[in-house]
Nanobody, 124 residues
Framework: QVQLVESGGGSVQAGGSLRLSCAAS????????MGWFRQAPGKGREGVAV??????YYADSVKGRFTISQDNAENTLYLQMNSLKTEDTAMYYC???????????????????WGQGTQVTVSS
């Protein structure tokens, strides 16, 4: 029903910036939430940032450095990543679900649609 394609990943030195994009196609609704998740080698999947209407949610580890935004007219989600750290190295995934809540925004297993991911590598 919904197709997601990420882009914008790459390699950058610590302190640098990247901007990830997620292009959505198929049926979407203003009631859906969209977000970014990541998974580092040997680690579990974690929520990075989610946007739903006028609300945004961020992992504590990225607050003040990452900004999530969306262009509703183009059905595109963005993640601006500044002051990158080596700990940010991971595969980043765009995801969508039909309902968001403050308590469960980071529960990746509740999301309905996923992109294939884009790799972010931060070197010291």
């Amino acid at each position: 029903q919904v197709q997601l394609v990420e882009s914008g990943g790459g390699s950058v030195q610590a302190g640098g910036s990247l901007r990830l994009s997620c292009a959505a196609s198929g049926y979407t609704s203003s009631t859906y939430c969209m977000g970014w998740f990541r998974q580092a080698p040997g680690k579990g999947r974690e929520g990075v940032a989610v946007i739903h209407g006028g609300s945004t949610y961020y992992a504590d580890s990225v607050k003040g450095r990452f900004t999530i935004s969306q262009d509703n007219a183009e059905n595109t989600l963005y993640l601006q990543m500044n002051s990158l750290k080596t700990e940010d190295t991971a595969m980043y995934y765009c995801a969508v679900r039909r309902y968001c809540s403050e308590a469960s925004w980071s529960y990746w297993w509740t999301y309905d649609y996923w992109g294939q991911g884009t790799q972010v590598t931060v070197s010291s």
